[in-house]
């Protein structure tokens, strides 16, 4: 059983930065994907960004909003997934939680709140 804990959230202006982790218990080296989602009030959750392992077919996702202004990330050594997100908009306020589908299962975090305003 793996935990996933977000972090990083926060109230940002437009245009402001913020980077998200996902800690996890215990490791992630051996991933089938590892993700992040969002979900805004009153909308359907998302896919922002996914890493998809070489195990099955190496490649990396991004929500066509986001493409240019977030990048996804992981450190192995510190079982630690991330979400740099910069130029931040109004529409990107959220809910953010990451995914992992490991061998062992799929794993959720209860998610960040990210709020966009000025």
């Known amino acids: 059983q793996v935990q996933l804990v977000e972090s990083g959230g926060g109230l940002v202006q437009p245009g402001g930065s913020l980077r998200l982790s996902c800690a996890a218990s215990g490791s992630i080296s051996r991933f089938y994907s590892l993700g992040w989602y969002r979900q805004a009030p009153g909308k359907q959750r998302e896919l922002v960004a996914k890493i998809t392992s070489p195990i099955t077919s190496a490649s990396t996702y991004y929500l066509d909003s986001v493409k240019g202004r977030f990048t996804i990330s992981r450190d192995n050594a510190k079982n630690t997934l991330y979400l740099q997100m910069n130029s931040l908009r109004v529409e990107d306020t959220a809910v953010y939680s990451c995914?992992?589908?490991?061998?062992?299962?799929?794993?959720w975090g209860e998610g960040t709140q990210v709020t966009v305003s000025s």
């Open positions: 995914n992992a589908l490991l061998p062992t299962g799929t794993y």
